[in-house]
């Protein structure tokens, strides 16, 4: 089972269209629907979309108070230099006054990825920096999404895919979700990477459908991501 505590770091990466940022807003809608008012919700977006439609939109699918959409604090970050300010200087006194129970960054790797190879690495582990400083110091678990590029490795499969900027993004999170989609039928999964592993060593993968709910388990009864929402919102305020 995926074990988040107060403080983790989940990093979600997945090509365009696997469900990365459905999978955030879902995680945001169930902390808005099952923490008591007042706890705020801070989600750093860097795509130009609106964060808050989503989220909220997924709330109101699940019954949760619309009043809540107060608790929700949405911030834009478009170039690296904002997105540090964001992270290492405003989230925490965010933190401090209010108390946040989830931050989600979606997407980090887009403020960075039309940087120079040297100066992108730089400024993503500058940012990741910030991310699992603030989650320490307030217990904040941190929810980021990230791109995926070609597996170079020797002997990888032509087709194969790795995170991101990978080993930056390992040497902070604590667990490591990969979303994928099938060409032919449409169908997503998602497979833990880092985190757990099941009795014989094999990767958990559980199949998952975006609903005007958010994302929901679409695998076997008894699969690790079985109301994806409900389970990890509950590993994650441990």
Same mark, same amino acid.
Not at 8 to 19: F, N, Q, R, S, Y
Not at 39 to 50: N, P, Q, Y
Not at 208 to 220: K, Q, R, Y
């Given at each position: ?74 911030? /834009? ?71 995926? /590029?070609?597996?170079? /490795? ?30 032919? /039928? ?53």
């Amino acid at each position: 089972a995926l074990a988040l505590g107060r403080g983790d770091v989940l990093e979600i990466h997945g090509k365009a269209g696997t469900g990365k940022s459905n999978l955030a807003h879902t995680l945001v809608a169930t902390t808005l629907a099952r923490t008591e008012p007042g706890a705020k919700v801070l989600v750093v977006e860097t795509k130009g979309r609106s964060a808050a439609r989503a989220s909220l939109a997924f709330l109101k699918a699940r019954g949760g108070n619309a009043d809540r959409a107060r608790d929700l604090l949405v911030s /834009s970050a478009h170039d690296a230099e904002v997105l540090l300010a964001t992270l290492a200087r405003d989230a925490p006194k965010v933190c401090a006054a209010h108390g946040v129970a989830l931050l989600v960054v979606d997407c980090l790797a887009d403020v960075v990825r039309a940087l120079p190879p040297r100066e992108r690495r730089a400024a993503l582990a500058d940012a990741l920096a910030a991310v699992a400083a603030l989650s320490k110091a307030h217990g904040v678990p941190a929810v980021l999404t990230n791109h995926v /590029s070609a597996d170079f /490795s020797d002997g990888a499969d032509p087709s194969a895919v790795v995170a991101a900027d990978d080993a930056t993004f390992a040497k902070v999170a604590t667990a490591r979700l990969r979303l994928t989609r099938s060409a032919a /039928s449409g169908e997503r999964s998602a497979t833990l990477v880092t985190g757990a592993r099941d009795d014989f060593g094999d990767l958990p993968s559980s199949h998952f459908a975006v609903t005007a709910a958010g994302v929901a388990d679409a695998g076997e009864p008894g699969d690790w991501m079985a109301d994806v929402g409900e389970e990890l919102f509950a590993s994650l305020t441990r």
